[in-house]
């Protein structure tokens, strides 16, 4: 197997050059925690607002010197990715979803409690000195608190990610759900939205704003 950095960082730099000429995509982060700290983490990332540029983009030979993979290849290192979260401690049942008609792609495994969600990213960018700077630990849960981290990032010396950040995400969404088995009692980041059970939480915000650090998706949730 290659070095699985290699080919995540791959696919960034693809979809990134992508992105840069759409500035349209949605990106959510779901997870369920249940009481004993186990859950399910999911991904997706919904490409479909840009899929007739991005299906012309797949036609072409290189974009800004930076050679356009086509299904198979992106298929391949999607597996990798699979593969190598698969055989982290901790993870299982991790499933890749590839929809190349809508250009939605989805990621979903199950934990046997958070840090092992943390350790299976930490394995992923520690083999790369550029990712290994940018990794935090994004999630914390211990006793009656969950907590999402946040670490503002500069991401514009990575290749080929030159553009102007407000004309490559004008219109990007991320959204975040968290959803548990208790009640939520608190939190710190008033932003997120609890829902009227109180056994969920959501943040939504375009990518833009979390960039400009105008959002945060930082916050301490406490549970009853």
Same mark, same amino acid.
């Given at each position: ?24 995509? !949605?990106?959510? /982060? ?5 009481? +004993?700290?186990?859950?399910? =983490?999911?991904?997706?990332?919904? $490409? &479909? ?20 993979? !086509?299904?198979? /290849? ?5 597996? +990798?990715?699979?593969?190598? =979260?698969?055989?982290?401690?901790? $993870? &299982? ?132």
């Amino acid at each position: 197997m290659k070095s699985i950095w290699k080919n995540i960082k791959y696919l960034l730099i693809f979809f990134g050059l992508s992105l840069s000429l759409s500035g349209c995509f !949605d990106f959510v /982060e779901e997870i369920q925690l249940n009481n +004993d700290g186990s859950g399910l =983490l999911k991904y997706k990332l919904n $490409l &479909s607002k840009s899929k007739t540029k991005l299906s012309s983009i797949m036609l072409m030979d290189s974009i800004r010197g930076f050679a356009v993979p !086509d299904q198979d /290849e992106i298929h391949e290192k999607l597996v +990798d990715l699979k593969l190598h =979260l698969q055989d982290q401690e901790g $993870l &299982s049942d991790v499933v890749v979803k590839e929809n190349w008609g809508e250009y939605i792609f989805e990621v979903s495994l199950h934990f046997d409690n958070i840090e092992s969600v943390n350790h299976g990213f930490e394995s992923v960018m520690s083999k790369d000195q550029f990712a290994k700077g940018l990794f935090f630990t994004p999630f914390e849960s211990s006793g009656d608190r969950f907590v999402r981290n946040y670490v503002h990032q500069d991401y514009s010396s990575i290749q080929g990610w030159d553009r102007n950040f407000t004309e490559v995400f004008s219109d990007s969404k991320f959204t975040a759900v968290y959803k548990f088995g208790r009640l939520v009692d608190s939190q710190t980041n008033p932003k997120y939205l609890i829902s009227k059970n109180r056994k969920a939480v959501m943040f939504k915000s375009s990518f833009l704003d979390l960039i400009k650090k105008e959002a945060t998706l930082q916050n301490s949730i406490v549970l009853q």
